[in-house]
């Protein structure tokens, strides 16, 4: 399968500071990023797919000024969760897409926002 | 779009028994029904997956149906091991793994010794 990392794996931070998680496919081009969010003890729900070198497409309720996604590069994808608070704090997962159908999840990232 | 609903929301078998589990989906476009396997604080698993132009695949204890004329899909585990409690996701897409994938509610399966 897919060679996908996540960093960090987990972070807590002070309400109001911002948080970035990178998101890295390691043995394949990744011309899309999917990011999904997961609360506690429900499914994945999907904030955005974006496309290498485009501006993200944002699911219906995901505040595109305050989740910020960089797609610059085909093996790397950034998510900035600007201005966190506590009811940011979920888990992070990406999922990239390339040539091939991928169905690969990064190992997420745990936001805990105080 | 699409909407996937997957049923129980938790299943409780005894060991060595079989559990299914079952999902619906809306859009008869899709064509790409793949199984998740999540653990407590980890990332979802591929365990199996179908296309719509097959109607069952089996994998050792794993197989999984499909129905498009009714739009369902089923998960069966045979054989149940402690190992196989987690969290199950049905999902669908339109276009292979590589397109949008919308997701089942979950399925908390719990095998009891």
């Known amino acids: 399968g897919a060679v996908v990392s996540q960093h960090p794996s987990w972070v807590i931070c002070k309400s109001g500071t911002s948080v970035k998680i990178e998101c890295r496919s390691l043995?394949?081009?990744?011309?899309?990023m999917f990011w999904y969010r997961q609360f506690p003890k429900q499914s994945l729900m999907l904030m955005a797919t974006?496309?290498?070198?485009?501006?993200?497409?944002?699911e219906q309720g995901v505040e595109k000024d305050k989740f910020l996604i960089n797609h610059a590069s085909l093996t790397l994808s950034t998510l900035t969760v600007t201005s966190a608070h506590p009811e940011d704090s979920s888990f992070y997962i990406c999922r990239p897409s390339g040539s091939s159908d991928t169905q690969y999840f990064g190992p997420g990232t745990r936001l805990t926002v105080l | 779009g699409e909407n996937v609903e997957q049923h129980p929301s938790t299943l409780s078998v005894q060991e060595g028994d079989s559990a299914v589990i079952k999902c619906t989906y809306s859009d008869s476009a899709s064509n790409y029904f793949p199984w998740y396997k999540q653990e407590l604080g980890k990332r979802p698993q591929l365990i199996i997956d179908i296309r719509s132009n097959v109607g069952e695949k089996k994998d050792q204890r794993i197989a999984v149906t499909l129905n498009k004329t009714a739009k369902h899909f089923s998960l069966h585990i045979t054989e149940t091991q402690p190992e196989d409690s987690a969290v199950y996701f049905c999902a669908a897409s339109k276009r292979g793994g590589g397109n949008k994938l919308t997701f089942g509610t979950g399925t908390q399966l719990k095998v009891e010794l």
């Open positions: 974006s496309n290498e070198g485009s501006k993200a497409t944002y």
């Open positions: 043995d394949f081009q990744a011309t899309t």
